[in-house]
Nanobody, 124 residues
Framework: QVALEESGGGVSQAGDSLNVSCAGA????????IAWFRQAPGKERAFVAG????????DLVDSMKGRFSISRDHATDTVYLQMNNLKPEDTAIYYC?????????????????WGQGIRVTVSS
């Protein structure tokens, strides 16, 4: 079975930090890029951060730079999104997705497998 499972979401206050993780089954992240997307209330799903299969190249949208970081651990088949200095506008459902190849990219259509999403709520 192919499965991605996000964990670590919850309720935080502005300025706090949160580390969410995405675990893949049976080394399913091998030679594949992984990305985080989010969908805020009333908005469309948007790319947040991505990492290539080696873990040597990352891509973050400008609004996340300096606050968020993405990393991966092949030994545990896990990808992390570290979120620092959280803001109320970070409130969203966060999704982990596996790309069809190993290169980073922002096009959601290039991601073939998706997690169920986890809720992150940031209060002011």
């Amino acid at each position: 079975q192919v499965a991605l499972e996000e964990s670590g979401g919850g309720v935080s206050q502005a300025g706090d930090s949160l580390n969410v993780s995405c675990a893949g089954a049976d080394h399913m992240f091998r030679i594949r890029a992984i990305a985080w997307f989010r969908q805020a209330p009333g908005k469309e799903r948007a790319f947040v951060a991505g990492i290539n299969w080696q873990g040597t190249v990352t891509d973050l949208v400008d609004s996340m730079k300096g606050r968020f970081s993405i990393s991966r651990d092949h030994a545990t088949d896990t990808v992390y999104l570290q979120m620092n200095n959280l803001k109320p506008e970070d409130t969203a459902i966060y999704y982990c997705a596996r790309k069809s190849n190993g290169a980073v990219g922002r096009d959601a259509d290039a991601y073939e497998y998706w997690g169920q999403g986890i809720r992150v709520t940031v209060s002011s």
